[in-house]
């Protein structure tokens, strides 16, 4: 059975930072391009930030230069790295492959003062 575990989050003041891991069971992540997606209360779910097999990236205008997506294929694993974090980045985080239509519970991250 594939799943996604998510963590990492938690409840940080603006400005602060945190780092969220997805790691996989029962697939193997390094031929898809994955994301990182979020859903923040009474907002739709949106992409964040995307990485392919081969490294390239791309982030959504809102978090470009404060976020970096990263992946370990050894340890099966997609990262992100959350700086200067704003309470509007308030959210349920999710990842998942682009072309995959399971979701799973998710990390939550809470920014506020």
């Known amino acids: 059975q594939v799943q996604l575990v998510e963590s990492g989050g938690g409840l940080v003041q603006p400005g602060g930072s945190l780092r969220l891991s997805c790691t996989a069971s029962?697939?193997?992540?390094?031929?898809?391009?994955m994301g990182w997606y979020r859903q923040a209360p009474g907002k739709q779910r949106e992409m964040a930030a995307t990485?392919?097999?081969?490294?390239?990236?791309n982030y959504a205008e809102s978090v470009q230069d404060r976020f970096t997506i990263s992946r370990d294929n050894t340890k099966n694993a997609v990262y992100l790295q959350m700086n200067n974090l704003k309470p509007d980045d308030t959210a349920v985080y999710y990842c998942?492959?682009?072309?995959?239509?399971?979701w799973g519970q998710g990390t939550q991250v809470t920014v506020s003062s």
């Open positions: 998942k492959a682009t072309i995959w239509t399971y």
């Open positions: 029962g697939i193997i992540l390094s031929a898809y391009t």
């Open positions: 990485i392919t097999s081969t490294g390239r990236t």
